[in-house]
Structures are given as structure tokens and as C-alpha cells.
């Protein structure tokens, strides 16, 4: 009751208040874009390489390049999103165009001949091997 | 279209052992999204990746629209997980829609991990045009 009666002589404090529930009706929810700058990643292991898992939800195939230097593997991806148009009204959003991407340090040096790659229900499979001169090699032990 | 409070993690009952009465919980994921209205329908688009067409569900319950996605199991054979960023593997959120929408013309699209949902507006919430006649 304090409240409405304050709203009688505050006619501008309630329009904010007003403004305030709209924007929280459709804005609460919005995150935190700065925690949104990576693709969450997926490793897992064996004795001879890894498979990386990376997701990467509404990208074009084509627009996602992956690359080898050394023991790290790069992922570039770049998400487009249609604009609004003249007659729509973004109601809520939280999704982000533009370039996302990954660098993965492998604890091996990854075979740049051996990747293979998909994408698939938005998540980039990559299959790297260890590079030869990881691989494990057998000395012949000559007689003395 | 405003999003229904419930930050809920739904709970299954634990499996491990036959005589444990405590509930494990199980994370859930609130996927990111994007709603986007005009005069004919709203377009809501969800993140939900690793999400297959046969992991997805759209329900609605009296004024509130459900979106669920179990990502697909994925355990490569002879391979062990050593790192993870993946905090969930099922994805669930809830939003109230307006009263202005057509439940029968709802159509749904799941295309690289993104589901997208066009609800049609109610045709007597759509804008009409009247005609103006000469006096």
C-alpha cells in the first residue's frame, strides 16, 4: 500500500517500475557474453592420439577451418545470425554471430596428416594422432 | 514470450545402488536463445548442441512451452575422457508464451544443433487492416 500511494505522487517512479518488469520479463535471462568468448571442449584419450570435441551450435560447415602447429590444434568457426528485421521485435537474445574459436595444446606432437574432422547436431569432432617421432621405437640391441 | 522461473534440476532416482533412498540429481543445461516476434509468429531459436532430432521435446502445459534435449551418448571405444567443459548432458527450459498463439501451427527445425521454433500467432491477434471509406 505504501508502495501505490508513493506511485500516486511518483507517477515517473512507477513508470519505471513498470519498465523495470518488462525488462526483466525478457532481459533477466541474458548472460554474460564475456563467458560465452569460448566453445566448450571435450578430450578424450588413448595411447595413440586424442578425439577433441568441440560445440559449436548453428555454424556453417564452411565457415569452420581447423589447423595443426605443433602439438596445437586451432579451430576458427564464424556464426551468422540474420539480423532483425524493420517489422520484428527481438524479444530475447542470447545468442552471438561472429568468430568463436578454440586453441587446444595436446601433450603429444599432433601427425598433421592424421586428422579427420566432422561436424555434426552442432558438435566438431576431431581425431588427431600422435606425430611419428612420438611413437614409441624399438632399438635393435646389437651384440657387444 | 517471457521465461518461466524454473531453474529446476530434475532428480532420478539413484541406480547405483538398490537400497539408496537419496535422489541423484541431475544437472541440467539452460541452452541459450533467441526469440524473435513479428506480426504473424514468434521465432525462437535454442542452442542445443550434440542434440539429435530424437533427443529433443517440445511440449506445451497449459501457458508455459517446455524445450528438453538429451545430447546424444557419445563414448568412443577405447578412448577415456580426460577433460571436460561440458557441465550437463540434457538441456531444459521453460517459457510462458502469450495467449495471442496457435498451438496447431508450431513447427520445429533442428539443424546443427540449433532448434527452431515458428508459433504462429492466434489469426485474431493478427493486425487487420480496415479499409477507409470515402464519407
Redesign the interface.
Known sequence: MKNRVSHLFEPFKAFQLLQQEIDR??S??A?DHSA?QHS???????EEG??L?I??????LNDIDVSVNGSHVHVNANRN?PD??E?????????IAGEQGRVVEMPFEVDAEKIDAS?L???L?ISVSKSSNELPQKVVVKAG | MSETNTLRKSETQCCETSKCDTPKRQHIRRPYVRVIENDEAYLLSADLPGVDENGVEVTFEKDTLHLRGEVKSFEPEGFRKVYSERVAEVFERSFTVPNDIDRDAVEATLVNGVLTLQISKAKEAMPKKVTVKAG
Open positions: 520479463q525478457f533477466e535471462f548472460v560465452r566448450p571442449v571435450e578430450v578424450w584419450r588413448n586424442a578425439i570435441r560445440e559449436l551450435p548453428g555454424v556453417d545470425l532483425v528485421g517489422n520484428e521485435n527481438s524479444r530475447l537474445n542470447e545468442l561436424y547436431n552442432g558438435v569432432t
